[in-house]
């Protein structure tokens, strides 16, 4: 987030916002009582930040591309879940996104990162379950009603508010928030050279009953590479939709998925604390994505991605965020279905 950003209310909630605006020290946390459903109010939230609603557009990741191709578990994977895509291959349906609501975003805009993969699994006779993951092993907020206070903050921080603006004082009194939105994310050199996490945990559990939670890391075989600032600069506004395609005509892109292991102490309702990186670690297959989906735009906005719509074998952990999710992806999708 830049000064620019948090001076101008009207612009999408990101990176990099100075150090030197948040020295007004810790604050009292404000969360605001909806007046209306939760859901509601956080898309309504995210489309004021973006101008929105766009027709046809969801709220949040709006500009993305949509690819298919194949999900082929590894032997490890039936050890973890019994989960039908842990013991057979399945076609696969992915989306990749920008960040904000905003469709014309410039691919290489840090505004664009986190930047979004979701997975559809095809299960077979109509049967789907879906991973929802961004360019981030965290979330800003541990509750949905903290985002909305966020996102409401971002928009109360425009030209002539009062310092310590909201936004400032939200940061302050949230230091997993700031965190996140100072981490640097260089523009990524592709989609296909971006590693994506999964922040919200679940329960797997395999045929003998025995059990783990676990989150999902989805990781580029291709090597992580990202832009020089320079380079970022220079690049055109829809460079990452447009490298897909070219990148493809000469071979598949691929991503391994692995499941993280949650050890004794890791919290697993908690998405703004990354668990350690030496927590053991289960591959679980490859994804391999072999071509564009036809009628992108028709596609795009038909499809709607549900992280706890899921088979035998997966549950859903406590996570407050993580219930929050279907939810608000389905008020956005009512919106663009219009």
Not at 196 to 206: C, D, E, I, R, S
Not at 306 to 312: D, E, H, K, M, R
Request: include cysteine; charge should be positive.
């Amino acid at each position: 987030m830049t000064a620019a950003l948090v001076a101008h209310a009207r612009r999408p909630l990101c990176l990099l916002l100075p150090l030197a605006l948040l020295l007004a020290g810790p604050v009292a946390a404000q969360t605001p009582e909806p007046t209306k459903p939760l859901p509601v109010a956080l898309v309504d939230a995210l489309n004021k930040l973006s101008g929105g609603p766009h027709a046809g557009h969801r709220a949040n990741h709006a500009k993305g591309v949509l690819l298919s191709g194949s999900f082929t578990p590894s032997t490890q994977a039936r050890g973890l879940s019994k989960a039908p895509h842990f013991l057979r291959a399945v076609p696969v349906t992915v989306r990749f996104s920008n960040g904000t609501g905003v469709p014309m975003l410039a691919d290489a805009s840090p505004n664009a990162s986190p930047h979004g993969m979701a997975i559809r699994f095809d299960l077979g006779k109509g049967a789907t379950t879906d991973i929802v993951g961004i360019s981030s092993q965290t979330f800003p907020v541990a509750t949905p009603e903290d985002f909305l206070a966020m996102l409401e903050a971002v928009a109360a921080s425009g030209p002539g508010a009062t310092k310590p603006t909201p936004i400032e004082q939200f940061l302050a009194s949230h230091p997993a928030a700031l965190k996140f939105v100072t981490t640097p994310r260089p523009a990524p050199e592709s989609f296909a050279t971006l590693a994506f996490y999964g922040v919200n945990a679940f329960k797997f559990t395999n045929a003998r009953g025995e059990s783990r939670f676990a989150r999902y890391q989805i990781l580029p075989l291709a090597g992580e590479q990202s832009l020089s600032d320079a380079a970022a600069a220079q690049a055109g506004p829809n460079y990452l939709m447009e490298e897909l395609p070219a990148r493809l005509a000469k071979g598949s892109v691929k991503f391994q998925l692995l499941a993280q292991l949650a050890d004794e102490g890791d919290k697993l309702d908690d998405p703004t604390q990354a668990w350690p990186a030496g927590n053991p670690q289960v591959v679980l297959g490859t994804l391999s994505l072999t071509r564009l989906v036809p009628n992108q735009v028709a596609a795009q906005k038909a499809i709607l991605f549900n992280p706890v719509s899921l088979p035998a074998g997966i549950e859903p952990s406590a996570d407050p965020v993580l219930a929050a999710r279907f939810p608000a992806y389905a008020v956005s999708f009512g919106q663009r279905a219009q």
